[in-house]
């Protein structure tokens, strides 16, 4: 079992940048993505890293705005949000999965592990 826990939320005012951490318990081995849940809606995805490629994506939401790395050596994930809005408020969740390729990394269904998440609160 994977170990997730997500740091770095907070509130912030609209156009301010905020840097999510993700800390693994391993990840090198894994994908790894970024997802957001508001009160009354789905859990979206965000961002997202393939295994062993430098494969990266973006919801049309956040293509420009935010950026996903990962430091294999340490282990953690960082999601970089620029230009916040207020509809960037949410609970934002780390996830990871050892399946290779591409196609899948969009769907929370295909993910195993989970962290509790982050809570990033935008106002106007």
């Known amino acids: 079992q994977v170990r997730l826990e997500e740091s770095g939320g907070g509130f912030v005012q609209a156009g301010d940048s905020l840097t999510l951490t993700c800390v693994a318990s391993?990840?090198?081995?894994?994908?790894v993505a970024w997802f957001r849940q508001a009160p009354g809606k789905e859990r979206e995805f965000v961002s997202a890293?393939?295994?062993?490629?430098?494969?990266?994506m973006y919801s049309d939401s956040v293509k420009g705005r935010f950026i996903i790395s990962r430091d294999n050596g340490k282990n953690t994930v960082y999601l970089q949000m620029n230009s916040l809005e207020p509809a960037d408020t949410a609970l934002y969740y780390c996830?990871?999965?050892?399946?290779?390729?591409?196609?899948?990394?969009?769907?929370?269904?295909?993910?195993?592990?989970w962290g509790q998440g982050t809570q990033v609160t935008v106002s106007s």
């Open positions: 996830a990871a999965e050892r399946s290779y390729g591409t196609r899948w990394l969009r769907d929370p269904g295909e993910y195993a592990h």
């Open positions: 391993e990840l090198g081995d894994f994908a």
């Open positions: 890293a393939a295994r062993h490629s430098t494969t990266t």
